[in-house]
């Protein structure tokens, strides 16, 4: 007998509450297809207008999570996941995971590729030559277990209900309900047999929480869910105000990340990768976060992290020389550059307009089919804080044609402000969400 969706459509519509076996039933049947997708879309936007509970919210990450396969992997050290809500500029996972594995942990990371400003994890890894992404289930546990790390594509098998799901959702006005969006993103991180699950939760103009209390309340929810499915689940907010780092871009931000693995690199981006990693330490080891902070910053400023980046990259394919030789990667056939309008002290940087222009750029995408320029992004020079004199140069954009430069330069011109005199920016890392949700200043 084909299910019949009809009468929990109207339930959820008229505000009233599902049980579980009703919301695995739902799933199970729209992946086989017998729930069409206009029965679906209405489903949703029925839980967008009237919310879900949350024992209703652990059902529906279940029948996601068991809607296909899961990943198990036995190691030696401590497996630990880490998962970003996205972010202009955004390159955390290029450092933090190797500076998880330099201090003792392994990360088996399923990541996606970006829709909007930049590409994702996954499209800047690809800006090296040869670099693999999509990985058999043995050779993904192998490189986990030999080099403490492997990043690869969320393969078709695995939480195939939230592939689904997230397209219509898309399509449909749908992607605001936050137990759709805590249960998308816990059900993927639960197909992985980690023992923590660090959540990066991006607060700002360029994130998709523009606010500390919606950002507060999707990561309160996520560790709840983790709770309930066994799983120690920890959460950082950071600010997303301005771009994260002086790079939006894909071959761009590896350079950047590559310079940070190697010593240097934008503070903003180190602290926020030392904070996650020093999340991990205390929440495992015990560790006392003043320690645990020291102990990260010493794995990245000796060089350790890049090590086990180095190793890593050859593992699933990647050309290593281009990570001794920045001159080898892709150049943008074309640039131009924003001027500062007046001398003074940047004192913004609007990380939505940076992204879009990015994205007008080449290194976006609106569609997931679409392809991104390795090569194309866009600059910050001048960071925040500095001070510049009339005419400085303030960002500077790459891509590979003009028409694309022109439509990028529009959309950025007005992205920084200069002010008289220099102000205090505020810490990239709010505070951190221990496993029980509560806030610890950082």
Not at 19 to 31: K, N, T
Not at 277 to 290: D, K, Y
Not at 309 to 314: E, G, Q, S
Request: hydrophobic share 45%.
């Amino acid at each position: 007998m084909k299910f019949q969706a009809l009468p929990l459509i109207e339930r959820k519509r008229d505000g009233g509450a599902l049980e579980e076996r009703e919301i695995q039933g739902l799933v199970e049947a729209y992946v086989s297809g017998d729930v069409p997708d206009y029965q679906m879309a209405a489903f949703l936007m029925a839980v967008t207008i009237r919310g879900m509970s949350f024992p209703e919210t652990v059902a529906m990450t279940a029948a996601m999570l068991h809607s296909g396969e899961t990943i198990e992997i036995s190691a030696r050290q401590p497996l630990v996941d880490k998962h970003s809500t996205g972010g202009v500029g955004d390159k955390t996972s290029l450092v933090a995971v190797p500076l998880l594995a330099a201090v003792g942990f392994c990360v088996p990371k399923l990541s996606g590729r970006g829709l909007g400003h930049t590409g994702g994890t996954l499209d800047k890894l690809e800006s090296i030559p040869g670099l693999r992404t999509t990985l058999e289930r043995a050779e993904f546990k192998t490189l986990v277990s030999r080099y403490g790390l492997a990043i690869a594509a969320q393969s078709e098998d695995i939480v195939p209900a939230d592939r689904l799901l997230y397209a219509l959702r898309d399509a449909t006005g749908t992607v605001p309900s936050l137990s759709l969006i805590a249960s998308s993103i816990m059900s993927k991180k639960l197909a992985v047999s980690s023992r923590l699950i660090l959540l990066d939760v991006k607060v700002g103009d360029g994130a998709f929480f523009p606010d500390e209390e919606s950002a507060m309340a999707f990561a309160r929810l996520a560790i709840r869910i983790g709770e309930a499915f066994g799983r120690d689940t920890r959460a950082l907010l950071t600010r997303m105000d301005a771009p994260l780092g002086q790079t939006v871009g894909n071959a761009l931000e590896v350079r950047e990340a590559v310079a940070c693995l190697r010593g240097g690199g934008p503070q903003d981006l180190r602290d926020v990768a030392v904070a996650l990693v020093a999340e991990a330490l205390h929440a495992i080891h015990g560790l006392e976060r003043a320690d645990a902070r020291r102990r990260a910053a010493a794995a990245l400023a000796s060089g350790a992290a890049y090590d086990v980046f180095r190793r890593w990259i050859p593992s699933q394919g990647g050309d290593g020389t281009y990570l001794e030789h920045p001159e080898r990667w892709p150049q943008a056939a074309a640039a131009d550059t924003i001027k500062a309008p007046s001398a003074g002290y940047v004192s913004r940087i609007g990380a939505r307009a940076v992204g879009e222009a990015a994205r007008l750029s080449g290194a976006g995408r609106l569609r997931k089919e679409d392809g991104v320029d390795a090569s194309a992004g866009v600059e910050i020079v001048a960071p925040l804080g500095s001070r510049v004199e009339c005419g400085a140069d303030l960002l500077r954009v790459h891509a590979s044609s003009e028409d694309q430069i022109r439509a990028a330069v529009s959309r950025i011109k007005d992205a920084v402000s200069i002010a008289k005199e220099p102000t205090q920016s505020a810490p990239t890392v709010i505070c951190s969400l221990d496993k029980t949700g509560r806030r610890e200043e950082s």
